[in-house]
């Protein structure tokens, strides 16, 4: 199989619908294999080989664009400001209320900032990875001469009540599932030393910037798990050359990838075409098409599609199983030609492998089964998904 992908990745153009096939059977880790075929599946590398290495190089040295202007000359604005005492009726100042003063913005980022916090914080609390030092901190960030407030600074002296800006909108049921919440003795980490930092802020990061770059959307609860797989798989990446812009190719990737879901996070488009009750509906839809007995039994217990398939499709199922086994469902999502339509069949999959129990089940255990689904082999999970596939 390694050498399957070697070949089509070693052409000079890479043959995509070649690439998809493999991919969509899952991607081994073996040489950064992984990495590669969804930087192409995500659309951050082209299909010609001969224009990875300009692209890259371009694109890194944007986002080291993004951190000098969102996060480094902001915080040297603000670290400046006790040492100047210019005329503060003149300059914008802290109380200013006009909408487009810059401290009004500061104050409005450092709300999404909390939120963020607090959610990465928070990223697969059973895995230490997201816990330990990066081999590659940001220097930019880190640099000891740096006088500037860093976002780590800024959620210290930041006093706003977070609870304020809590942003969860699924409405009927929680974001994270409830037995894969972590025991609040965890939710606190110790800060790391000066001159490292942890996994987990390199995704605040991430995601602040991408919050400030589109501000239509910002941020919402439940973006934090998306970016969590794409970060894991860049930056455990065999290939140290890539490792080391782990954090510029996964903001890029979660862009192109945020762009195709975004939909799922806007609350105005929910009852759209695009938005997600149309899709939870459509789960229900696919799922009268190939088993009636059971879409009717879930209909009579009133057990509607958001109260488990909102989390299941706007998170990709990144609450719902292990990482490795989240990032191998992935595989076959960022394979799918037709985006996400997978990702119903996968759903539906999901509800006919433990049919016999839903069908036994009153109204409290089928909302538990479902809430935290019990098949942990997710490679039958995708064979049961293809098999439905197969039989439209």
Request: with cysteine; glycine share 4%; aromatic share 10%.
């Amino acid at each position: 199989r390694i050498a399957d992908f070697q070949e089509v990745l070693g052409e000079p153009t890479v043959a995509l619908s070649k690439l998809r096939d493999l991919c969509f059977s899952g991607i081994p880790f073996d040489g950064g294999l992984r990495c590669l075929c969804w930087k192409i599946l995500l659309n951050y590398l082209p299909l010609e080989k001969a224009l990875w290495s300009s692209l890259l190089k371009k694109q890194r040295d944007l986002y080291s664009q993004f951190l000098k202007e969102m996060i480094i000359q902001p915080g040297i604005a603000k670290a400046n400001l006790g040492v100047s005492r210019e005329d503060v009726t003149l300059e914008d100042h802290p109380l200013n209320p006009n909408p487009d003063s810059r401290w009004n913005t500061y104050f409005k980022d450092n709300e999404v900032l909390l939120q963020i916090d607090k959610d990465v914080r928070r990223l697969y609390p059973d895995m230490a990875f997201f816990q330990r030092p990066t081999d590659y901190p940001c220097l930019l960030i880190l640099d000891p001469q740096n006088e500037f407030e860093t976002l780590r600074k800024r959620v210290e002296q930041t006093t706003l009540k977070s609870q304020t800006v809590a942003r969860n909108r699924s409405g009927v049921t929680n974001v994270s599932s409830p037995l894969k919440t972590t025991p609040n003795s965890l939710s606190e980490y110790e800060v790391l030393p000066n001159g490292c930092e942890a996994h987990w802020e390199v995704v605040e990061r991430i995601l602040f910037i991408y919050a400030k770059l589109n501000p239509g959307i910002a941020y919402v609860q439940g973006m934090n798990e998306i970016v969590g797989p794409l970060y894991y798989t860049f930056a455990t990446d065999p290939n140290s050359e890539w490792k080391e812009h782990a954090e510029a190719d996964t903001f890029f990737c979660f862009t192109n990838l945020m762009a195709e879901i975004r939909d799922n996070f806007i609350k105005s488009l929910d009852d759209s075409q695009c938005g997600i009750t149309y899709k939870m509906e459509k789960v229900y839809s696919t799922l009268k098409e190939k088993d009636v007995e059971l879409y009717l039994k879930l209909q009579e217990q009133n057990i509607k599609p958001q109260f488990f398939a909102f989390r299941w499709l706007t998170l990709l199922l990144s609450q719902e199983f292990l990482l490795p086994d989240v990032i191998r469902i992935w595989d076959s999502l960022f394979a799918d030609d037709k985006r996400f339509d997978f990702l119903l069949l996968v759903c539906c999959a999901m509800l006919t492998l433990i049919r016999d129990q839903l069908l036994e089940g009153d109204f409290t255990l089928n909302m538990r089964l479902l809430q935290d689904y019990p098949i942990s082999d997710v490679h039958l999970i995708l064979k049961k998904a293809k098999e439905l596939q197969d039989s439209k």
